[in-house]
C-alpha cells in the first residue's frame, strides 16, 4: 500500500540512496549491517565508498580487517531482513544464526544470496573520519550479478516495505522513532538519544502529536 508522504521542508531528504547489507568477518563470526551510503566514486581502477557509523559493530571490525562484501538489495527485499541485519547489533547476536539466503565469497566473507542482485568483495584502500561515521574508500577485489531485480531505494523501502508506524495517541508527550516506531515517552529528547531496538539517533525521531 502507498504512504502519504508528508512534505518535507529539509533539502536532506531529496538525496537518493540505495540500501546494502554490509558484511565483515571477525575471527569465524560472520556480521552484516544494513547501510544506505554506497556510491562509485573514480573508475580505472574502479572506486566505492561506502559509510558507517562509528558505533556500528562492523565499522570496528572492517577498521581491523580492511576487507567485506557488498550485497545490493532488492525491491523483493523484506521487512524481516532489515530487522535482521539493521534492528539489532552484531556485538549481542549472530545475525546469521537461523539464516540460510547467503553464500560466502572468495575472500571467506558472506554475501546475500536473495532479494540481492550483485555483490562485491571490497579491499579498503582508505578511511577518512567524518565525525558521526567513517567513510571508506575500496578497491573490488571481485564482483558479481546475481539476478535482474529492480535494486530497492530508500524511499522505496520508506513507502513498500516498511510497516506503517502506528502511533499511539494517547500519549501526552513523546517522541516516536521513525525509522522502527519505538516510542520514547518524555518531553524533552536528548539530543544523544539512541533509539534502543534499531540504533538510530535522535535525528530520526519525531514529536508525538
Ligand atoms: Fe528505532
New binding site residues.
Partial sequence: TIKTEKPTSNPLFNLTYGLFVLSSKLGEKQNGCIINTVTQVASMPDRIMFCVNKNNYSADIIKETKKCNISVLTESATFALFKRFGFQSGRDVNKFDGFNDYAIANNGIAYITKSSNAYFSLKVIDIIDLGTHYGFIATIDDSKVLSTEKSVTYSYYMNYIKPAVKKDTSKKTGWI?K??G?IYEGENLPADFI?P??K?GASDFERIK
Fill in positions: 522513532c525509522i522502527c519505538y533509539c531496538i534499531c538510530h
